[in-house]
């Protein structure tokens, strides 16, 4: 299976209100560290969906801790609306950077707008909004699209180029959700014997792939499927509940590949119920506040920082194991 390493994003400095607003990326507005004042960082989460997006959080938290930098955490419950309100909430704050990883791609331009007007420099975690170049410095995170054709390499690597497909998808409107499709159906057109006959959103939950999969397995459809594609492990992990729950075997007469790389998808995988997984490391606190730190002391950094792919499979899986910290 293949193991997608991917990572998500980071941090600036703020401006002095009185001062003009200044483009995300020029020098920092203000240096915190010189002037003995802790830094203060906004982070608006997406929520807590799915075991890489806890890690996600802990990583980010326990950075900040580590670091000495005062950090506003919001969780916004995978809603659009909270997190632009967390946003607004750290520019009156004045916060000196603001960090988010997107929930959906658009929507977006207005409250950075603010941000910037602001002098506040935003940072993209893990998923990009859809918006101009200059309404924030960098994002860090995956490709993934890459993730998606992984994925799709591999299944087509272990059928031979012949599968009936069942995808469970991501969170409607989320850079994931769109760019792994994009990138698995890219890969399987020119293999006319692979064909996806049914695609819906699971939301990245675990609890959802299970309720979407038991639902699929009684349709007409269900009997045709032998491979389940899912965006992320949760939702493959409560596919596999589901596919034991009507007496197959997932992995064998059900293959189940998806996508993060999460200890249960290993163990998942070393019991041979779980075939592939595409790794997207989610420890980027480490990555996100090393770019905080360099863009405070007016280094350049790339608008886009992808981190490589990593790939993993059951063949690989209990080699692995012990070392999955997430």
């Not at 802990?58 to 995978?78: H, M, P, T, V, Y």
């Amino acid at each position: 299976m293949f193991l997608l390493a991917a990572v998500a994003v980071l941090s600036g400095c703020g401006s002095n209100a009185a001062e003009p607003a200044k483009p995300a990326g020029d020098k920092p507005a203000t240096d915190a560290g010189q002037s003995g004042k802790k830094l203060v960082v906004g982070f608006s989460q997406i929520g807590a969906e799915s075991a890489w997006r806890t890690a996600n959080t802990n990583s980010i938290k326990a950075e900040a801790e580590k670091r000495g930098i005062e950090l506003k955490f919001s969780d916004a419950q995978q809603k659009q609306e909270n997190q632009i309100k967390a946003i607004r909430s750290f520019i009156d704050q004045k916060v000196d950077v603001i960090a988010f990883a997107p929930v959906v791609e658009t929507g977006w331009e207005p409250v950075l707008t603010e941000a910037k007007k602001a002098g506040i420099p935003v940072f993209v975690s893990d998923r990009r909004p859809q918006v101009p170049d200059d309404l924030y410095v960098t994002f860090l995170g995956a490709d993934f699209i890459k993730e998606g054709q992984m994925a799709a390499e591999w299944l087509i690597k272990k059928t031979g180029g012949k599968a009936v497909i069942a995808e469970l998808e991501g969170t409607t409107g989320s850079a994931p959700a769109n760019d792994r499709k994009k990138g698995f159906a890219e890969a399987i057109a020119k293999y006319p014997d692979m064909k996806v006959v049914f695609s819906q959103t699971g939301d990245f939950k675990r609890a959802n792939g299970k309720e979407v999969t038991e639902a699929l397995l009684k349709s007409p459809v269900g009997n045709t499927i032998n491979v389940i594609y899912a965006h992320n492990d949760d939702m493959a992990l409560g596919a596999i509940q589901a596919i034991e729950a009507v007496g197959k075997k997932p992995g064998k007469d059900i293959l189940v590949i998806s996508i993060d790389g999460i200890k249960d998808a290993f163990v998942a995988m070393t019991e041979g119920k779980l075939n592939c997984t595409t790794e997207c490391n989610p420890l980027l606190g480490p990555l996100l506040f090393d770019s905080i730190e360099k863009f405070k002391k007016g280094e350049k950094l790339e608008k886009r920082q992808i981190v490589p792919d990593g790939q993993f499979d059951e063949t690989t899986a209990a080699k692995e194991l012990p070392n999955r910290k997430y």
